[in-house]
């Protein structure tokens, strides 16, 4: 195919065609392929507009002529008016797109755009993120389906390599996706969090805290997935609600797991026939209790302190603790603790200074417990403690009990708190200098009410756990030191180096032997895929390196995102640019809201909701599509949740349509409850712009004509008044970020002023040019007001909808052929002073506001006397518009 399409030269006309053809079997890479291949001539705008508007016709060829004529690009043009530079939030290289990146990249695009058309340099740097987890489990699906292989059975080099040939194949594809809602991001640019220029800056920010000791390595509590053999971040952690007794699939049992429920079971007062009864949702971890704990003002257990009691399956002593943690009126009172298995625990076993006993290893097996429980599976240990407490006589009851179940969201395992020894970033300071940031007005977040949560977040900050027990992502700088010296015993220790041979060089400086008797041992975890996102605003730059790019666009401008992750990404860009760089990454934050579905609820696969946004651009049937990294149950659900809420297809909306709607939605502080029927009222509202210049452009050229002393009539100038009126909105909502403000004066606009009022008050004029020169000069001064509103109004609306003011704009006469831009991406953002000059506004408008409610009088008044007279309602309005034109 590539070879043919190389061979012919097409028909700028033909090449179009082939481009729709193309998109209605949404083969949106081989569209790519073609549109790459093709000329980077400017596409047909010669042949005939079209009867009616069409978004595969409109959207099939504009991307690629961007693209290929630089327009994207910071170097484009003569931009001496400020710089804007933004990078985008990586997505995932294993996704595909959601309508939550669609909202983030409509927003980031409508920004770029308008700061471009306003003159300045601008970026939008393209990239995206190795996903360590999401990539892994991927890869591992696909090995296991197609070759019966685990990675253990390949070994880690070798699965890196068939991870980095996935990549290859697939992981441009989230990359076409963007350029299919019309992303204008300078691809040039375009990073990998794994490429060797960003794993270098990944390095070095690791070694450099290692050496200042804000990293450092520690023995602590963790979110651990026994599936995936790894700790996972909160997240990766989804909260399941359980109302009471439960059953759950967990991976690698055949059999559900019982959850939701309640036990209460005794300990044996040691020397006493007292008992202290407990309770707990995980029996199991019962083989692991060290204490037990009251409050200090529990009067039922004061006579108990300094006792201990007896564990029934092991010849343990446990201590009788008071701790002001424990609830009283919960239960007995009396609390079992578990200080290696619980994070409330933990803390109790360090306060009381308490044994911490680990019962689980990696996968999940029951260790350092006696027989028979020693090896057991924890879910089939669950059972067979149950009935162990029972045979003892020490089982007391247990019942439905509503609880929150840790579920790790890429695996679907249980997450269990496990003590590892993990590597830990020191947030105390790096997270006060972030708080003062904004404090002291230096970062700004965007709505304000987000404050609270960034202000409680870093003000009670907690260290971070950066490593991960993965084979995929930034392997650890670290190395495992041993001392062959008889003379030094304490030859253990930890050391970074950029090489193995630095690491060498600085464990013999610091042990003070030769280093011939180092022996070192490279870690085998690999970093937080969140550590290297951390440092993504200055490492797509080449940091640590100084270069012109760096000087010039970072510290950046401006980083939209979603508010669900502003402390998991964007305090730690802020904490490590500070950290690392000395400045503030960005000078302004502005979150956006979540998107949900039309009902309300947060779009989950588990719900059978989540809409894909091609879908919505080209229209779907209700077939869900195939996707072998889906669970058979979550295709079961989404099939479903699509027959319920499109029971005839999504029908197709467009990229405009679809940007249109989500800016729309965009109201601060509020999440967006996303109907497709209203996007679908805006692909309407393009067929009502197309139907308006297709109008214009059937004229004659006369509309060009300069026309000396111009007189405007009253609706000339009272269209000319609201164009500035929508200007000047438009111009305010961009600065404060106001996109419900945007889009509701564009539309008022062509939909209401230019397209229901001026446009119908203008047609009995041109039909009537030609009776004398009077009523041919009118027409004149009309055809100029209809293209000065035409023309600002297309680039008004370009920034929200680039690919249909791009065709019509391009379909419009110039009046500086010669000298005005190629695209209407790169001409100037209207402006209220501009208007006024370009279509001679100088007028009063109060004289204006006066002539114009006598318009609207008359017109109600003639409305209401024909409907009373029973006449259709289109005669009644045709002949209104006549009779209340020419009083005016």
């Not at 297309?794 to 010669?818: A, N």
């Amino acid at each position: 195919i590539t070879q043919k399409i190389q061979l012919f030269c097409l028909a700028p006309s033909f090449q179009t065609v082939i481009l729709v053809v193309l998109s209605a079997f949404h083969l949106s890479e081989l569209q790519m392929l073609y549109s790459t291949l093709s000329s980077p001539l400017l596409p047909d705008v010669v042949s005939p507009l079209p009867d009616s508007y069409s978004p595969q016709y409109v959207e099939a060829a504009w991307y690629p002529w961007w693209e290929k004529q630089g327009f994207f690009k910071p170097e484009y043009g003569e931009n001496a008016k400020g710089i804007f530079m933004m990078c985008i939030p990586p997505p995932n290289v294993t996704g595909s797109l959601h309508l939550g990146h669609a909202l983030t990249n409509a927003i980031q695009d409508c920004l770029t755009r308008w700061h471009r058309m306003r003159g300045e340099t601008t970026l939008w740097n393209p990239g995206c993120d190795h996903a360590g987890i999401a990539t892994q489990v991927v890869v591992e699906k696909k090995l296991m389906r197609e070759k019966g292989m685990s990675r253990h059975d390949l070994g880690r080099e070798n699965f890196i390599q068939e991870v980095w040939k996935w990549k290859n194949e697939k992981g441009d594809r989230i990359y076409h996706q963007l350029k299919k809602l019309g992303s204008s991001l300078d691809w040039d640019r375009a990073c990998f969090t794994m490429d060797s220029k960003l794993s270098y800056a990944v390095q070095e920010a690791f070694i450099r805290m290692h050496d200042e000791g804000v990293i450092y390595r520690s023995k602590r509590l963790v979110n651990w997935s026994c599936t995936l053999n790894s700790a996972i971040s909160d997240i990766e952690v989804d909260k399941k609600e359980l109302a009471g007794r439960t059953l759950l699939p967990v991976p690698g049992y055949k059999e559900k797991i019982e959850f939701g429920v309640l036990v209460s079971f005794a300990y044996k007062v040691d020397g006493s026939d007292e008992e202290v009864i407990v309770a707990t949702t995980r029996i199991e971890t019962m083989l692991g209790d060290t204490a037990v704990a009251v409050h200090p003002a529990d009067a039922r257990y004061q006579h108990l302190k300094g006792k201990m009691v007896l564990h029934p399956f092991c010849d343990r002593k446990m201590p009788i603790v008071f701790d002001d943690f424990v609830d009283m009126s919960f239960g007995t009172g009396a609390v079992k603790i578990t200080p290696a298995h619980d994070h409330n625990d933990y803390e109790v076993g360090e306060r009381h200074n308490l044994a911490f006993i680990n019962i689980l290893d990696e996968n999940g097996l029951l260790i350092n417990v006696p027989p028979p429980f020693l090896g057991m599976k924890r879910f089939e240990a669950r059972k067979a403690v149950l009935q162990a407490l029972k045979d003892r006589g020490q089982f007391k009851e247990i019942k439905d009990n509503p609880m929150v179940v840790p579920v790790c969201s890429r695996s679907k395992d249980i997450v269990e708190p496990l003590l590892k020894p993990q590597w830990y970033v020191d947030c105390r300071d790096m997270g006060k200098e972030a708080a003062d940031a904004v404090r002291e007005g230096r970062l700004k977040i965007i709505p304000d009410h987000h404050l609270k949560t960034w202000f409680n977040w870093l003000d009670n900050i907690k260290d971070w756990c950066i490593s991960r027990q993965l084979w995929w992502g930034h392997r650890i700088p670290a190395y495992f030191i041993t001392v062959n010296d008889p003379s030094d015993m304490d030859g253990h220790y930890w050391v970074s180096g950029r090489s193995e041979e630095e690491a060498r060089e600085k464990a013999a400086k610091r042990f003070n032997v030769s280093a011939d008797k180092i022996t070192l041992r490279q870690d085998e975890d690999v970093l937080d895929t969140w550590f290297s996102s951390g440092i993504f605003p200055f490492s797509i730059f080449g940091w640590p390196n100084e270069n012109e790019d760096l000087q010039v666009f970072y510290p950046g401008t401006l980083l939209e995102t979603g508010h669900d992750i502003l402390f998991f990404w964007v305090a730690r860009m802020v904490m490590m640019g500070l950290k690392l760089t000395g400045k503030l990454p960005f000078k302004e934050v502005y979150l956006h809201a979540v998107v949900r579905d039309a009902h309300g609820r947060k779009m989950s696969k588990s719900l059978g909701n989540v809409i894909d946004p091609l879908d919505v651009i080209t229209g779907i049937s209700l077939e869900v599509k195939p996707n072998h990294n889906l669970d058979p149950v979550e295709v079961e659900r989404a099939k479903q949740g699509q027959k319920s809420d499109y029971p005839n297809g999504i029908p197709e909306c467009g990229t405009d349509a679809l940007r249109f709607a989500l800016c729309a939605y965009t109201s601060q502080g509020r999440d967006i409850n996303l109907d497709v029927n209203r996007i679908l009222g805006y692909r309407h509202f393009c067929n009502k712009l197309w139907n308006a210049v297709k109008f214009n452009i059937n004229k004659d050229r006369s509309m060009l004509i300069d026309i000396p002393r111009v007189t405007y009539s009253v609706s000339d100038r009272w269209i000319l008044s609201r164009l500035s009126a929508a200007v000047t909105l438009c111009d305010a909502g961009f600065k404060a970020y106001d996109f419900p403000t945007i889009t509701t004066a564009i539309y008022n606009f062509w939909l209401y002023e230019l397209c229901d009022i001026y446009l119908e008050s203008v047609k009995p004029v041109f039909s009537k040019a030609e009776e004398d020169s009077t009523s041919q000069r009118q027409a004149l001064v009309c055809r100029q007001t209809l293209y000065t509103c035409l023309e600002v109004g297309l680039r008004l609306l370009s920034p929200l909808m680039p690919f249909v003011t791009e065709e019509l704009y391009q379909r419009l006469p110039r009046r500086k052929p010669q000298s005005d831009p190629p695209s209407i991406c790169v001409t100037s953002y209207p402006t209220t002073e501009e208007v006024r000059k370009g279509g001679g506004l100088v007028l009063n408008l109060t004289d204006a506001q006066i002539a114009l409610k006598s318009f609207f009088l008359w017109r109600v008044l003639f409305c209401v006397f024909l409907e009373l007279h029973f006449l259709p309602c289109d005669f009644s309005y045709f002949i209104c518009f006549h009779v209340s034109h020419r009083i005016c």
